[in-house]
C-alpha cells in the first residue's frame, strides 16, 4: 500500500519567515496530495491540496508543489505569523472508486514571536 | 465548522467494554470515512462507507465494526476495548466516494481506562 514520510517532524522559525515540510510517497498511481493543519485538540482542517495534473498550487501565503517524478511535494508558507502554529500532516490518495487519505507523520511547527 | 458533527465528545470507559461513536455527515454528502488519531501512530484510516455500503477498509481491527444508515450517518461500534485504543476518533465525510476533499468532525476522544 502507500506509503507517506514527513520531514521535518518539528520546525521553528521566526515569524515572517518562510516554512517549508517535504513529503514523499511511494505509489505512483497516487494522485490528490491534500494539506491538513491541526490546532490542539481540534479537527483537522484542509488548507491546501493538489491533483497529479498540477506542478504547483498557491493559495494566498500558502503553495504547494508537486515533483511526480521524485514523487515528492511540498508546503511553503510565507511571511508566517503567531497563527500559522501548528501541527501540519500532508496526505496522498488514488481515485480508484475510494479515497481514503494515507497521512504523513505530521510536523509540529512553531512560530516564534 | 466543516458542518461534520461528532457525538460524544468525550468517552471515558473500562477495559472490556463496547462504546457507539457517531457521526454526521455534511448535508449532501454521501461519503463517510472515519479515522484514528493516537500519538505514536498519527492518523490511520479505519474504514469507508459511501451511501449505506462499505466502500473501503484500512487498518480496522476485528473488534470495531462500522455503519452507514439510510439517513447517511455513521457508527463506529468498538468491543472488547483495551488501554490501546485510547485515541481521538474522527470522521470525515465527502460529496461522492470518488470525490476528492475530505472535511473532517471534531473529534471523539475515548479514554479507556
Known amino acids: 500500500g502507500e506509503n507517506v514520510e514527513q520531514h521535518p517532524s518539528t520546525l521553528s522559525v521566526q515569524e515572517g519567515d518562510s516554512a517549508v515540510i517535504k513529503c514523499t510517497y511511494s505509489?505512483?498511481?497516487?494522485?490528490?496530495f491534500p494539506w491538513y493543519k491541526q490546532e490542539l485538540g481540534k479537527r483537522p482542517q484542509l488548507i491546501i491540496d493538489?491533483?497529479?495534473?498540477?506542478g504547483e498550487k498557491k493559495d494566498q501565503r500558502i503553495a504547494v508543489t508537486l515533483n511526480k517524478t521524485a514523487k515528492h511535494f511540498s508546503l511553503h508558507i510565507t511571511e508566517t505569523q503567531p497563527e500559522d502554529s501548528a501541527v501540519y500532516f500532508c496526505?496522498?490518495?488514488?481515485?480508484?472508486?475510494?479515497?481514503?487519505?494515507?497521512f504523513g507523520t505530521g510536523t509540529r511547527l512553531t512560530i516564534i514571536p | 465548522d466543516s458542518g461534520v458533527t461528532q457525538t460524544p465528545k468525550h468517552l471515558i470507559t473500562a477495559t472490556g467494554q463496547r462504546v457507539t461513536l457517531r457521526c454526521s455527515p455534511r448535508?449532501?454528502?454521501?461519503?463517510v470515512y472515519w479515522y484514528q488519531q493516537s500519538l505514536d501512530q498519527g492518523l490511520q484510516f479505519l474504514i469507508q462507507?459511501?451511501?449505506?455500503?462499505?466502500?473501503a477498509k484500512g487498518n480496522i481491527l476485528e473488534r470495531f465494526s462500522a455503519q452507514q444508515f439510510p439517513d447517511l450517518h455513521s457508527e463506529l461500534n468498538l468491543s472488547s476495548l483495551e488501554l490501546g485504543d485510547s485515541a481521538l476518533y474522527f470522521c470525515?465525510?465527502?460529496?461522492?466516494?470518488?470525490?476528492?476533499?475530505?472535511?473532517f468532525g471534531p473529534g471523539t476522544r475515548l479514554t479507556v481506562t
Open positions: 470525515a465525510s465527502s460529496v461522492t466516494a470518488s470525490s476528492y476533499e475530505q472535511y
Open positions: 505509489d505512483s498511481a497516487s494522485n490528490y
Open positions: 493538489i491533483r497529479s495534473n498540477v
Open positions: 496526505a496522498a490518495s488514488i481515485r480508484s472508486g475510494n479515497e481514503k487519505l494515507t
Open positions: 448535508s449532501g454528502d454521501l461519503s
Open positions: 462507507y459511501y451511501n449505506g455500503e462499505e466502500r
